[in-house]
């Protein structure tokens, strides 16, 4: 359907999850249906808009500060939560005093952001949140996923990603990082076709599966996790 108030054009189908509906929309930004399709999240050029479904309506938008740039964003399954990590200006970020990159957490109900005091920097490639909204998974340099707990905004974990560096300078997909339905179990891909599965919040290494040649770009869980 078209949504008269933004024009933005959204294909849905029975079986889709209503919390995780996703379209693509023009130069690449992102738009994803939130929990009852009260709010549209979508991602523009420099910010996450949070809009009313029914009017398109502006409620409010990440970061407010419109000196700053999003760089990698994810919505929990429930549509309650948005993690999203941004970049200010190295000048902006001086004179005020901050951090030059930011991880938030909104909760799209209320529009409450809060902030993480440190964050990972340029080299983040990737971010997950689990169903819930209560942790997050952030892929960093050198191979390494960052294990954050949301509602604390620390680091609880570094679990093992990548093993090659130079992967994230080519063109191809990070590889895939993914939450089971229940947030117990973690799911990271790695570009040489290896899947380490990893208990949450423990950080403790589970299993890992092999058997594919090709990096691990994709994932799912069944609805039941196993």
């Given amino acids: 359907l078209t949504h008269s108030a933004t024009g933005i054009t959204i294909y849905d189908g ?3 999850n209503r ?3 996703i379209a ?3 130069r690449g930004a992102t738009v994803f249906g939130g929990r009852r399709n009260v709010d549209l999240v979508t ?3 420099n910010s996450a808009v949070i809009r009313d479904w029914t009017t398109g309506k502006e409620r409010f938008r990440l970061p407010s500060d419109a000196g700053a740039t999003i760089r990698l964003s994810a919505v929990s399954a429930d549509g309650r939560w948005l993690a999203a990590h941004f970049a200010i200006p190295p000048q902006k970020a001086a004179n005020l005093g901050e951090a030059e990159h930011v991880l938030a ?3 799209l109900d209320t529009g409450d952001v809060r902030h993480a005091q440190r964050a990972p920097g340029a080299d983040a490639s990737a971010i997950s949140l689990s169903a819930d909204g209560r942790f997050a998974a952030i892929r960093c340099a050198g191979g390494m996923v960052e294990l954050w707990d949301m509602k604390g905004l620390a ?3 570094a679990l093992l990603g990548n093993s090659d560096n130079s992967y994230n300078k080519s063109n ?3 590889p895939s990082m993914l939450f089971s339905p229940d947030g117990r179990t973690l799911a990271i891909g790695s570009e040489g076709g290896t899947i380490r599965l990893w208990r949450v919040p423990l950080g403790k290494h589970l299993l890992s599966l092999e058997g594919h040649s090709l990096p691990i770009v994709a994932m799912a869980f069944t ?3 196993r």
């Fill in 43 to 45: 991602g523009e050029p």
């Fill in 24 to 26: 693509t929309l023009p």
């Fill in 105 to 107: 957490i909104c909760n």
């Fill in 19 to 21: 919390s995780r509906s």
């Fill in 223 to 225: 609805p039941d996790g």
């Fill in 155 to 157: 680091v609880i974990a």
């Fill in 172 to 174: 191809l997909p990070s």
């Fill in 14 to 16: 029975p079986e889709v």
